[in-house]
């Protein structure tokens, strides 16, 4: 129960997440193009779906004030943000600006920078970093997680992996893990005993599917665009891996969408995921 209470304080209330103990928002890059296009007309493609809590990744072309300003008139809280890990390293006060400017409370890093396979010596540097990240933002009143993208899971001689020296190496006060169950699944990972390991780790989650008959096992953090597929058109077993993310403390689940047509895929999702009893 105390490390259940440790890792919780990691995250920070929001009327947002406080309306609902694990709502279901978008992740913005799943509309890349349309907002590059145009960002008031992609958000209210974001609205047109019903969503109200996003995930930003980027502004594209307009300042963090001008993106804020846009997603509060279209009635979107961004409670979270992937921001890159070099800008992290170099300039965590201006991502401490830009997150508070945008009405971030949690900062991600969604990729550590590596040449060839992500070592353990990798994970000992990036596991001090995102300590040293988490206490900062933590100060600030905000919270610190990385994302899984795969290549963290790739086997090591004795048995384990860097993905667990991150765990290990990250003091769970400061640091959470936003689980994205498609690169957990890709890398030969089950998400549910990934979730039952540990359990107070784990406190978003990324949603998104993989295609039936696509079981190769890749630590490249890549895979075929044909491979994604709407939710619950694929091969994840949803409710097991939705509820014992709610059993273990999930706050927000996030649709991210990487199919060829988010446009027409997205609503599938959220049909599907509302027969689970989770909608925006």
Same mark, same amino acid.
């Given at each position: 129960?105390?490390?259940?209470?440790?890792?919780?304080?990691? +995250?920070?209330?929001?009327?947002?997440? *406080? *309306?609902?103990?694990?709502? +279901?928002?978008?992740? +913005?890059?799943?509309?890349?193009?349309?907002?590059?296009?145009?960002?008031?007309?992609?958000?209210?493609?974001?609205?047109?779906?019903?969503?109200?809590?996003?995930?930003?990744?980027?502004?594209?072309?307009?300042?963090?004030?001008?993106?804020?300003?846009?997603?509060? *008139?279209?009635?979107?809280?961004?409670?979270?943000?992937?921001?890159?890990?070099?800008?992290?390293?170099k300039d965590l006060d201006g991502v401490i600006a830009e997150a508070k400017t945008l009405g971030v409370s949690n900062v991600i890093v969604a990729w550590v920078p590596h040449t060839g396979d992500f070592t353990v010596e990798n994970a000992h540097v990036a596991a001090q970093n995102f300590n040293k990240f988490g206490a900062a933002l933590k100060a600030q009143g905000m919270g610190?997680?990385?994302?899984?993208?795969?290549?963290?899971?790739?086997?090591?001689?004795?048995?384990?992996? *860097?993905?667990?020296?991150?765990?290990?190496?990250?003091?769970?006060?400061?640091?959470?893990?936003?689980?994205? =169950?498609?690169?957990? =699944?890709?890398?030969?990972?089950?998400?549910?005993?990934?979730?039952?390991?540990?359990?107070?780790?784990?406190?978003?989650?990324? =949603?998104?599917?993989?295609?039936?008959?696509?079981?190769?096992?890749?630590?490249?953090?890549?895979?075929?665009?044909?491979?994604?597929?709407?939710?619950?058109?694929?091969?994840?077993?949803?409710?097991?891996?939705?509820?014992?993310?709610?059993?273990?403390?999930?706050?927000?689940?996030?649709?991210?969408?990487?199919?060829?047509?988010? =446009?027409?895929?997205?609503?599938?999702?959220?049909?599907?995921?509302?027969?689970?009893? +989770?909608?925006?």
């Amino acid at each position: 129960m105390k490390m259940k209470l440790i890792a919780a304080a990691v +995250l920070i209330s929001s009327s947002a997440l *406080a *309306a609902d103990s694990n709502p +279901l928002g978008l992740q +913005l890059w799943s509309l890349r193009n349309q907002m590059q296009a145009s960002v008031p007309a992609g958000m209210d493609l974001v609205r047109s779906f019903g969503f109200t809590v996003v995930e930003s990744a980027g502004t594209y072309g307009l300042t963090p004030k001008e993106f804020r300003a846009l997603a509060d *008139a279209h009635g979107l809280k961004i409670v979270c943000g992937h921001f890159p890990y070099e800008r992290l390293e170099k300039d965590l006060d201006g991502v401490i600006a830009e997150a508070k400017t945008l009405g971030v409370s949690n900062v991600i890093v969604a990729w550590v920078p590596h040449t060839g396979d992500f070592t353990v010596e990798n994970a000992h540097v990036a596991a001090q970093n995102f300590n040293k990240f988490g206490a900062a933002l933590k100060a600030q009143g905000m919270g610190f997680g990385f994302h899984t993208h795969g290549y963290e899971f790739k086997p090591l001689a004795d048995g384990t992996s *860097a993905y667990d020296v991150l765990l290990k190496e990250t003091d769970p006060g400061l640091v959470f893990v936003e689980m994205d =169950v498609y690169w957990v =699944v890709a890398a030969g990972q089950d998400p549910v005993k990934l979730l039952q390991k540990n359990p107070d780790r784990y406190k978003m989650f990324h =949603v998104k599917d993989m295609r039936r008959g696509a079981t190769q096992v890749g630590y490249t953090g890549g895979t075929p665009v044909e491979d994604n597929v709407a939710v619950g058109q694929g091969r994840m077993d949803w409710p097991a891996i939705l509820s014992e993310g709610k059993k273990d403390g999930a706050v927000v689940s996030f649709i991210e969408d990487e199919t060829s047509d988010p =446009v027409k895929n997205i609503p599938t999702s959220l049909a599907y995921l509302a027969t689970l009893g +989770l909608k925006p």
